[in-house]
Every structure is written in structure tokens, then in C-alpha cells.
């Protein structure tokens, strides 16, 4: 079974498909590598397509309670691209993966080609932040005290997963199964080392504004704790595009996979030919229909 060692010695499971400019993907929470699939099918006949299990995600290890943060996981996927000798790569990454990949271009700027940060802002906002790392470790008690199949269930009805439920029955129920399958303690860990110690957004603006990798934001008008972070990250990344996709929730490489394809595909040709831009900075006026300057 192939895997990467990690600088912390932790085993994480792989597969690769395709050849060409290097794509890691990074899975959610709620999913794993089988969760790209959508993505691998389309894009490997013209890209190396590498998916991988997050650390607690087997057949990844699962490692005690401590070997778990927004850093490690960020790290995580830098030893992803080690291991397979890899210098640079297109890195996207959803929801958790979408945390985890946007810290990576923060840290790791010169190792990727472009970032894909989707579905990322849950618990960011200032006036949430208590109220998700409560949540987020109750949730943690729930998967460690009653077990995945139990959880699984209620955690796939949230307000943001209906969409997915109602667009897809039969893709909402197989993710359903997947997530079920999924390590209690390592989903546990996860949550409580990952998801609700990881700082909001809204505490990185200085990163953002530094940060001039090519950028493409996305999200569903639908989820509801990612449509805000999404619009600061467009203002202040100034290589950041911005897809809203529409009655869309959080799974969005699964709710509507070929809408979602044709954005990742646009963005990674438009970056591959060299043509992404950075913002023109007189987007940037403060005034609403130009500067006195302009009617000169």
C-alpha cells in the first residue's frame, strides 16, 4: 500500500493517476481521497492527480491526541510533495484541505504552482469563534463516545450538507458510507486538534496581503460560514479570483462536479499558460465611480 513518511514520522496513504503539471488534493473533514474522485477522472488526462488521507484518516496512521494542528496538517502536505520528489505543484484543497492548503501558500509560497482554496471559513468569523470550537468539540466527544456510524448520520444533515443531500441522493449517500468507514479517534483528534484550534482568517489579513501565488476562492452561495471569509480572502489576496457557485452548500466538488471542473480546469490552463493576473490596483479606489482625476 503506498505511502509518504512525514517529517514526524507519521504514514500517509497515496494514489496517484496521470502525467503532467503535478495537482495535490486535499480532502474535507468529512471526506478522504475517495472524495476527489469527480476531480481525478476529469483532470488526470492532463495533470498528475495526487490524493491522499489526511493524518487519522486510515489507511493513513492515526497518531495519539497531540500530533494534530493547522501547522502539522499544513506540513502534511509539503511531505506529500516531498515523498514523491516533487517541487512544485497546483495544491487544492476543500474545506478543511482548504485551511490546510491556503497555510501552505502562506508558508510555502515557492513550492506551489497555484492554490485552490474551497469552501474554507468555518469558525473564522470573529463573533463565532467560541461558538465553533465548542461545537467542534462536542462533536469530537460524539465521534469518540458513540462511534462513527452512529455520528455520521446527523453530521451529513447539517446545514450546509442538505444541498448535496437534495442535488445528489445517491453521490450524498455513498460520501454518507465513506464517512461512516472513517477512524472515531483519528476524526476525534482531528477535531479537536485541527478544526477547533486552527486561527480565524480574519486574524491572517497580513498573510493575505502578502501573498501573490495564483489564487482561485470557492464556495457555495449556501455556506453560510464561508461566504464572508471567502470575500476577505478576494479583497486582500490580490492574485485571488473569486467562484460563487450557485444554491450550492459545502461539498461542492461533489454537489455539481462538472461546474466545478470546468472553474478548476479554466483556472489551472490560465495559470499553466502564464496568463493569471494580479489585481490592477486602481480596482482598489475608494470611491464608487471613479476618481476626479478620471473627468480630467
Known amino acids: 500500500m503506498p505511502h509518504i513518511t512525514t517529517s514526524d514520522g507519521v504514514k500517509l496513504y497515496y494514489e496517484e493517476t496521470g502525467s503532467g503539471a503535478p495537482i495535490v488534493f486535499v480532502h474535507e473533514f468529512a471526506g478522504d481521497h475517495r472524495a476527489w474522485e469527480p476531480q481525478v477522472r476529469y483532470l488526470a488526462r492532463r495533470y498528475r492527480c495526487i490524493t491522499f488521507n489526511a493524518r487519522g484518516f486510515p489507511p493513513s496512521d492515526v497518531p495519539p491526541q497531540g500530533q ?16 514523491l520528489g516533487i517541487d512544485r505543484a497546483h495544491v487544492v484543497g476543500l474545506s478543511m484541505g482548504g485551511f490546510a492548503t491556503l497555510h501552505f501558500g502562506f508558508e510555502y509560497p515557492d513550492r506551489a504552482l497555484s492554490l485552490v482554496v474551497a469552501g474554507c471559513g468555518y469558525g473564522a468569523e470573529p463573533d463565532k469563534r467560541e461558538q465553533f470550537a465548542r461545537e467542534a468539540n462536542a462533536q469530537a466527544d460524539r465521534f469518540a463516545g458513540q462511534g462513527m456510524e452512529a ?51 480574519f486574524e491572517l ?24 471569509p471567502a470575500l476577505l480572502m478576494k479583497r486582500l489576496i490580490a492574485s485571488a479570483a473569486l467562484v460563487v457557485m450557485p444554491n450550492a452548500g459545502h461539498a461542492i466538488n461533489l454537489e455539481d462536479p462538472g461546474l466545478f471542473n470546468q472553474h478548476l480546469a479554466d483556472f489551472l490552463h490560465t ?15 475608494g470611491t464608487i465611480l471613479g476618481s476626479a482625476e478620471d473627468d480630467a
Open 271 to 285: 495559470v499553466g499558460t502564464g496568463a493569471w493576473p494580479m489585481r490592477d490596483e486602481r480596482a482598489r479606489l
Open 205 to 228: 489579513t497580513d498573510q493575505m496581503k502578502t501573498l501573490t501565488v495564483p489564487t482561485l476562492v470557492m464556495t457555495g452561495d449556501e455556506d453560510w460560514p464561508c461566504l464572508e
Open 151 to 201: 455520528t455520521a448520520k446527523a453530521y451529513m444533515h447539517g446545514p450546509t450538507r442538505v444541498q448535496f443531500l437534495n442535488a445528489d441522493p445517491r453521490g450524498w449517500a455513498e460520501s454518507l458510507a465513506q464517512l461512516a468507514e472513517h477512524s472515531a479517534e483519528g476524526s476525534a483528534n482531528t477535531m479537536r486538534g485541527v478544526q477547533a484550534m486552527r486561527p480565524s482568517l
Open 68 to 83: 494534530y494542528s493547522q501547522a502539522r496538517a499544513r506540513d502534511d502536505i509539503r511531505d506529500v510533495l516531498d515523498g
